[in-house]
């Protein structure tokens, strides 16, 4: 299936003849009358010829009578086409919507010929639709969504499957692959894209014709090959924000038929979209560039070979996440007729936010730092008196409040080498060769707003000052956090695809991938470095003394335990053997059966978090390694068939069943011993039918998919006690796509895509950290001195509550009447004896019926260009395009903080272009009306507030380009 907006110009450039060793060109359509002749001419007997014919006519008419059934949800529209077929005027001066070649099936072949649901985009494509990254490919393809993740990852959605989990252990539901190879982390989608050949991208479960993986579908980048012509372009770009982008090219032979070199680069910088007052700056800048170069070389006939070197880096102040969101929970102001008169006690009764929606004003609010780790270690240390925050921060949602600007550092390597050898006119053998290293820094202000009250003067902090050696000297609470993630990959993918004359053809790969990462994730707070100087008595110590090192270091180092560090190294062996067989049982009919055997080994080392532990450095835990080996069978089977349908000029039907598979892993479980070490495996079963047609003398394409996905085991991560942790649940999604490109006068094109999205969880519960009574009057929520939560009886709390609070008439208990610390103990079981108080981890939400986080119910995207001649040899173009979706959750809990409104997107633009000089020009408005639409939503830890941090688009951007071609 093609994307709408994918065929919207004249690609004839682009387009190769097929290459002999890649794909065999199905055989030409005879009409029926003289395909029956062609056989009876044949050396087959009259006999064998006319039950050769009967049998296939059988077939023809008995996948006619199915099609027309089981794909009626999306060819009732192509059905209904006769009338208007014969009625429509013809198309103009000879209208056609050119097509793109794809490898989506990893062969060259016309995108309407690929019986997949898949969307490409050629680089033209791409600047005309003003798709300058991954984040805006969801505005041009059918059911589906983007997001950042708060580990500075993404999301990219597609049909309901994502990737919800931040185990660094977990895949991504989405391959996403640069020339063909995957890539476990990448930053293609935080770069633009530049020089490319193609982007493609496969919908639906993947595995049988790719190396890794995919429950999903794949993303992959194609880069441009090196050709044998001389040629380069410059483009220029400015725009508002103090945007300025640099792209450029230069293709050179080297040696004539043998040898070429292309090398490409681009430029990116921007001031911020974000105003931060606590430093007077502009945050969320851009300052990056990616340059690549590529050489091929073609020493004989029969071998081709490209070598591919594209690096990245970037230095700004990119925010992971936007602004942080809080609806403030002030904890309740009685529990079972006991008035809450203390407000500390309160605060240890707080959630931090409450369950509320992040488009209300209450949400420019701020959590209950009583409700917090580092807001409960200030308190007990007497470094502060309450809550700190003071319960609002600035409104806007490009407005943050934060000491310090945030920093982010990234910087890749990618390798690949890419042989095709024609072994001979029938086979070829492709070997695909990667090498990834990367590396990520980043650092930002937890909660990006501060506290409006100063620290208590003491000893060890006169005047509240606290000097702290990663955050520096403050009076207030200061909370950051800081991820650095250096990993490696090499893969090695061979493939044998062949090319006979004869019905049997296939596909058979092998891949083996090693991928390295360790993920450091640092909490800095002020309070745990002062916690630290109260356990040393106000020393430090050396590495490997006996009291709590605190590391003197600027850049944290990791032997400190004066911070928060989740340390994982983490390390995948994943081995497959994959293929499909093709069978031609007509030259209109094509059986297809795949086949993938995939072993997955994931090894985590386990290294407890050591914060204001005794000594410094880092110890492997009890056990020091956790290791999962997953081994599994997966496959697809199906057809494609090109009927003769009398009313369109080209028709091809499919209908495929497939089965997907993404392996489980270990849980970073740390010391929490009750929390389960592993999460399984998730599948999906996806079937599939759909059509692709050219109607009215190729000026029409109408295209349409049919879905059902019985989805096991989807991967969902939650934090527990500051502890990310993946379930399982089961979950049924179906859907309808429809894309359509209409030019129905020459130089007059429209395009337009409609995807209908229905996903429901079918079993499964899960306390929600947002909501653990579960609504139970029964049962109230009380924080541990650790700030994790959970539940106690509500009637023997309040008893408990009087003998803290001093109440009249209530029993006087030593240590706990008039402390209101007392209460932290009640989770730990302190008070189960002698009041009753018995604690529970909360009652599990059920999560049967509710919907997959990150699945608008519809997307629809309309687009459309005119072009006309404005001065001699200057053609003008005008385009517009419009993109919506509708409502969505964040969360599988699908309570008020999960409920994320439906955006619109609209974008306009004017080019000129004089193909005779070479010259563009091109003024364009990215995001029209300028709405800071939020696409996800990410909740904190309730050690931390459970503070919603909320994804958002980029605001309307207003620029012009200048670009010469030579």
């Given at each position: 299936?093609?994307?709408?907006?994918?065929?919207?110009?004249?690609?004839?450039?682009?387009?190769?003849?097929?290459?002999?060793?890649?794909?065999?060109?199905?055989?030409?359509?005879?009409?029926?009358?003289?395909?029956?002749?062609?056989?009876?001419?044949?050396?087959?007997?009259?006999?064998?010829?006319?039950?050769?014919?009967?049998?296939?006519?059988?077939?023809?008419?008995?996948?006619?009578?199915?099609?027309?059934?089981?794909?009626?949800?999306?060819?009732?529209?192509?059905?209904?086409?006769?009338?208007?077929?014969?009625?429509?005027?013809?198309?103009?001066?000879?209208?056609?919507?050119?097509?793109?070649?794809?490898?989506?099936?990893?062969?060259?072949?016309?995108?309407?010929?690929?019986?997949?649901?898949?969307?490409?985009?050629?680089?033209?494509?791409?600047?005309?639709?003003?798709?300058?990254?991954?984040?805006?490919?969801?505005?041009a393809i059918p059911n589906v969504t983007f997001a950042k993740s708060f580990y500075s990852g993404y999301n990219f959605?597609?049909?309901?499957?994502?990737?919800?989990?931040?185990?660094?252990?977990?895949?991504?539901?989405?391959?996403?692959?640069?020339?063909?190879?995957?890539?476990?982390?990448?930053?293609?989608?935080?770069?633009?894209?530049?020089?490319?050949?193609?982007?493609?991208?496969?919908?639906?479960?993947?595995?049988?014709?790719?190396?890794?993986?995919?429950?999903?579908?794949?993303?992959?980048?194609?880069?441009?090959?090196?050709?044998?012509?001389?040629?380069?372009?410059?483009?220029?770009?400015?725009?508002?924000?103090?945007?300025?982008?640099?792209?450029?090219?230069?293709?050179?032979?080297?040696?004539?038929?043998?040898?070429?070199?292309?090398?490409?680069?681009?430029?990116?910088?921007?001031?911020?979209?974000?105003?931060?007052?606590?430093?007077?700056?502009?945050?969320?800048?851009?300052?990056?560039?990616?340059?690549?170069?590529?050489?091929?070389?073609?020493?004989?006939?029969?071998?081709?070979?490209?070598?591919?070197?594209?690096?990245?880096?970037?230095?700004?102040?990119?925010?992971?996440?936007?602004?942080?969101?809080?609806?403030?929970?002030?904890?309740?102001?009685?529990?079972?007729?006991?008035?809450?008169?203390?407000?500390?006690?309160?605060?240890?009764?707080?959630?931090?936010?409450?369950?509320?929606?992040?488009?209300?004003?209450?949400?420019?609010?701020?959590?209950?730092?009583?409700?917090?780790?580092?807001?409960?270690?200030?308190?007990?240390?007497?470094?502060?008196?309450?809550?700190?925050?003071?319960?609002?921060?600035?409104?806007?949602?490009?407005?943050?409040?934060?000491?310090?600007?945030?920093?982010?550092?990234?910087?890749?390597?990618?390798?690949?080498?890419?042989?095709?050898?024609?072994?001979?006119?029938?086979?070829?053998?492709?070997?695909?060769?990667?090498?990834?290293?990367?590396?990520?820094?980043?650092?930002?202000?937890?909660?990006?707003?501060?506290?409006?009250?100063?620290?208590?003067?003491?000893?060890?902090?006169?005047?509240?000052?606290?000097?702290?050696?990663?955050?520096?000297?403050?009076?207030?609470?200061?909370?950051?956090?800081?991820?650095?993630?250096?990993?490696?990959?090499?893969?090695?993918?061979?493939?044998?695809?062949?090319?006979?004359?004869?019905?049997?053809?296939?596909?058979?790969?092998?891949?083996?991938?090693?991928?390295?990462?360790?993920?450091?994730?640092?909490?800095?707070?002020?309070?745990?470095?002062?916690?630290?100087?109260?356990?040393?008595?106000?020393?430090?110590?050396?590495?490997?003394?006996?009291?709590?090192?605190?590391?003197?270091?600027?850049?944290?180092?990791?032997?400190?335990?004066?911070?928060?560090?989740?340390?994982?190294?983490?390390?995948?062996?994943?081995?497959?053997?994959?293929?499909?067989?093709?069978?031609?049982?007509?030259?209109?009919?094509?059986?297809?059966?795949?086949?993938?055997?995939?072993?997955?080994?994931?090894?985590?080392?386990?290294?407890?978090?050591?914060?204001?532990?005794?000594?410094?450095?880092?110890?492997?835990?009890?056990?020091?390694?956790?290791?999962?080996?997953?081994?599994?069978?997966?496959?697809?089977?199906?057809?494609?068939?090109?009927?003769?349908?009398?009313?369109?000029?080209?028709?091809?039907?499919?209908?495929?069943?497939?089965?997907?598979?993404?392996?489980?892993?270990?849980?970073?479980?740390?010391?929490?011993?009750?929390?389960?070490?592993?999460?399984?495996?998730?599948?999906?079963?996806?079937?599939?039918?759909?059509?692709?047609?050219?109607?009215?003398?190729?000026?029409?394409?109408?295209?349409?998919?049919?879905?059902?996905?019985?989805?096991?085991?989807?991967?969902?991560?939650?934090?527990?006690?500051?502890?990310?942790?993946?379930?399982?649940?089961?979950?049924?999604?179906?859907?309808?796509?429809?894309?359509?490109?209409?030019?129905?006068?020459?130089?007059?094109?429209m395009n337009g895509t409609v995807g209908l999205l229905d996903t429901k969880i079918k079993n499964g519960e899960s306390?929600?950290?947002?909501?653990?009574?579960?609504?139970?009057?029964?049962?109230?929520?009380?924080?541990?001195?650790?700030?994790?939560?959970?539940?106690?009886?509500?009637?023997?709390?309040?008893?408990?509550?009087?003998?803290?609070?001093?109440?009249?008439?209530?029993?006087?208990?030593?240590?706990?009447?008039?402390?209101?610390?007392?209460?932290?103990?009640?989770?730990?079981?302190?008070?189960?004896?002698?009041?009753?108080?018995?604690?529970?981890?909360?009652?599990?939400?059920?999560?049967?019926?509710?919907?997959?986080?990150?699945?608008?119910?519809?997307?629809?995207?309309?687009?459309?260009?005119?072009?006309?001649?404005?001065?001699?040899?200057?053609?003008?173009?005008?385009?517009?395009?419009?993109?919506?979706?509708?409502?969505?959750?964040?969360?599988?809990?699908?309570?008020?903080?999960?409920?994320?409104?439906?955006?619109?997107?609209?974008?306009?633009?004017?080019?000129?272009?004089?193909?005779?000089?070479?010259?563009?020009?091109?003024?364009?408005?990215?995001?029209?009306?300028?709405?800071?639409?939020?696409?996800?939503?990410?909740?904190?830890?309730?050690?931390?507030?459970?503070?919603?941090?909320?994804?958002?688009?980029?605001?309307?951007?207003?620029?012009?380009?200048?670009?010469?071609?030579?």
């Amino acid at each position: 299936m093609m994307a709408a907006v994918h065929l919207n110009y004249r690609v004839c450039d682009i387009q190769t003849p097929l290459s002999p060793g890649l794909a065999r060109p199905r055989s030409p359509r005879l009409p029926k009358t003289d395909a029956r002749a062609a056989l009876q001419q044949s050396q087959m007997s009259p006999r064998r010829a006319e039950a050769y014919w009967g049998k296939r006519m059988v077939i023809s008419q008995t996948l006619r009578r199915a099609a027309l059934l089981a794909g009626a949800s999306t060819l009732s529209l192509v059905l209904a086409l006769p009338a208007a077929a014969q009625t429509a005027p013809a198309p103009q001066d000879g209208v056609t919507i050119d097509e793109l070649v794809v490898t989506a099936q990893r062969r060259e072949e016309k995108l309407q010929d690929v019986p997949i649901a898949v969307s490409a985009f050629s680089n033209d494509m791409l600047s005309r639709q003003k798709i300058d990254g991954g984040p805006n490919l969801q505005l041009a393809i059918p059911n589906v969504t983007f997001a950042k993740s708060f580990y500075s990852g993404y999301n990219f959605q597609i049909r309901g499957i994502g990737t919800k989990q931040t185990a660094v252990t977990g895949d991504s539901s989405t391959g996403v692959h640069f020339n063909g190879a995957p890539l476990t982390s990448n930053r293609l989608f935080e770069a633009e894209f530049f020089d490319v050949e193609r982007v493609e991208v496969l919908r639906g479960p993947q595995g049988t014709l790719y190396g890794r993986n995919a429950t999903g579908g794949v993303v992959n980048v194609l880069s441009a090959k090196p050709t044998g012509e001389f040629e380069g372009m410059v483009r220029a770009e400015v725009s508002n924000y103090d945007g300025r982008k640099l792209r450029g090219m230069v293709n050179i032979p080297l040696v004539a038929d043998k040898l070429d070199l292309r090398l490409a680069g681009a430029t990116l910088n921007r001031g911020g979209f974000v105003d931060n007052l606590g430093t007077g700056d502009k945050v969320d800048d851009r300052d990056l560039y990616s340059f690549r170069a590529s050489l091929r070389w073609r020493p004989t006939s029969t071998i081709d070979a490209n070598f591919v070197w594209q690096h990245f880096k970037e230095r700004d102040s990119r925010l992971r996440t936007g602004k942080g969101l809080c609806t403030r929970d002030n904890g309740p102001s009685s529990v079972g007729g006991t008035a809450i008169t203390n407000a500390t006690v309160r605060g240890f009764l707080s959630a931090g936010c409450a369950d509320a929606s992040v488009y209300n004003a209450a949400a420019y609010g701020t959590p209950n730092s009583l409700a917090t780790l580092y807001g409960i270690i200030g308190f007990a240390r007497g470094l502060t008196s309450g809550d700190v925050y003071g319960g609002t921060q600035p409104k806007g949602l490009d407005v943050i409040d934060s000491a310090k600007n945030p920093y982010y550092r990234a910087e890749e390597d990618v390798f690949t080498l890419n042989v095709a050898w024609d072994i001979n006119d029938k086979l070829q053998l492709n070997s695909l060769t990667s090498y990834y290293d990367g590396e990520l820094d980043a650092r930002q202000e937890m909660n990006r707003f501060q506290a409006s009250t100063v620290f208590n003067s003491t000893t060890l902090a006169p005047g509240g000052l606290v000097n702290d050696p990663q955050l520096g000297a403050s009076n207030r609470m200061s909370v950051s956090d800081r991820i650095t993630t250096p990993s490696r990959q090499w893969s090695q993918e061979l493939r044998l695809q062949s090319s006979f004359d004869g019905p049997f053809n296939f596909s058979l790969g092998g891949l083996a991938l090693r991928y390295d990462v360790v993920q450091s994730f640092y909490i800095m707070s002020n309070a745990f470095t002062y916690a630290a100087m109260v356990a040393n008595g106000g020393a430090n110590c050396a590495p490997g003394g006996s009291c709590v090192y605190i590391d003197p270091n600027r850049v944290p180092t990791g032997q400190g335990h004066g911070n928060y560090l989740s340390f994982q190294p983490y390390h995948l062996d994943s081995n497959a053997l994959f293929g499909e067989v093709y069978y031609e049982a007509t030259p209109e009919l094509k059986f297809t059966v795949g086949l993938r055997y995939t072993d997955d080994k994931k090894t985590l080392d386990n290294f407890p978090v050591k914060l204001l532990t005794p000594g410094s450095g880092l110890t492997p835990g009890t056990p020091p390694q956790l290791t999962a080996e997953f081994k599994k069978f997966t496959g697809r089977a199906g057809f494609d068939w090109k009927p003769d349908l009398g009313f369109t000029d080209d028709t091809l039907v499919y209908a495929f069943y497939s089965r997907g598979y993404k392996g489980g892993g270990p849980n970073n479980i740390g010391q929490v011993a009750t929390l389960r070490p592993f999460y399984e495996p998730e599948y999906v079963n996806a079937f599939e039918v759909g059509t692709k047609n050219t109607l009215l003398g190729g000026a029409l394409v109408l295209n349409g998919s049919a879905f059902f996905y019985d989805y096991k085991g989807y991967q969902i991560s939650k934090f527990v006690n500051r502890i990310s942790v993946t379930e399982n649940i089961d979950a049924e999604i179906k859907g309808v796509e429809l894309e359509a490109v209409w030019e129905p006068v020459k130089r007059f094109r429209m395009n337009g895509t409609v995807g209908l999205l229905d996903t429901k969880i079918k079993n499964g519960e899960s306390i929600d950290p947002m909501n653990r009574t579960g609504g139970n009057p029964n049962l109230t929520l009380v924080k541990t001195s650790g700030a994790a939560g959970c539940v106690v009886p509500t009637a023997a709390l309040a008893n408990l509550l009087a003998v803290i609070q001093q109440a009249p008439g209530a029993a006087t208990v030593t240590g706990v009447s008039g402390n209101p610390s007392a209460l932290l103990g009640a989770c730990s079981g302190s008070f189960a004896t002698s009041f009753g108080v018995t604690p529970t981890d909360g009652v599990a939400a059920k999560l049967k019926g509710n919907e997959l986080p990150g699945s608008p119910n519809w997307t629809a995207s309309i687009g459309a260009q005119y072009s006309f001649d404005v001065l001699d040899g200057w053609e003008g173009t005008v385009r517009g395009d419009y993109y919506r979706q509708g409502d969505s959750y964040a969360r599988v809990f699908n309570t008020s903080v999960d409920q994320l409104k439906g955006w619109a997107n609209a974008n306009l633009s004017f080019r000129l272009v004089n193909d005779e000089r070479g010259l563009e020009i091109e003024g364009y408005v990215k995001n029209v009306f300028n709405k800071r639409a939020i696409t996800d939503v990410f909740l904190m830890d309730e050690a931390l507030g459970q503070v919603a941090n909320a994804v958002f688009t980029e605001p309307r951007i207003i620029g012009v380009s200048l670009q010469k071609t030579f």
